[in-house]
């Protein structure tokens, strides 16, 4: 695994998954990734857990520790879409059970659209809102033992996606991961990466 340290605007080591490959831009602050093909983090629900249930947890990914407390990590997301469920994506993960992830993600219907999944033993999937073009700002805040997911069309008004706990979230790793489940891969890019320990006073009044 490679370990970064040059992403200037989060103040922790960043680590990459065996086999993906980062880009990391010193002048801007963007990060670039090309997701493998048929790669996702994802345990079906409808299988759930057994033997052979549908859990894929190949996606690359770029994560690290963020400081203990309340923190938030947002970012513009781009992505090239071109097969269904292509992702990029900002994940909270604790381990293979317990994990989150705030999605723009490519729809059945062939519209981009931002997307939420929470994993406990199995996901859920929950869409939000389409968006047109192919960038979106996310945000993964976290409020003393509570996570929110925010998502914004302007970088400027944000609107909640998800508001919920995960078991042991002082454990939680966060970052970046590109995922491309029923195709062969697409480019997926990070930029406008701004991580702040303020706390997050009002999850639902757009700020």
Known sequence: MTTYQQLAAVPFELTSSEGSTWEIDADTGAVRTTAHPHSDIFVDPAQGVTANAQTLLNAATLLGRPPAGDFQLSVRVSVGFSSTFDAGVLLLWIDERHWGKLCFEYSPQGRPMVVSVVNRDVADDANAFTVDGDSVWLRVSRVSHTFAYHASTDGTTWHMIRFFVLDDPARALIGFEAQSPTGEG????????????????NVRDGS
Not at 188 to 201: C, I, K, P, Y
């Open 186 to 201: 697409c480019a997926v890019a990070f930029d406008e990466v701004r991580f702040t320990q303020d706390r997050l006073t």
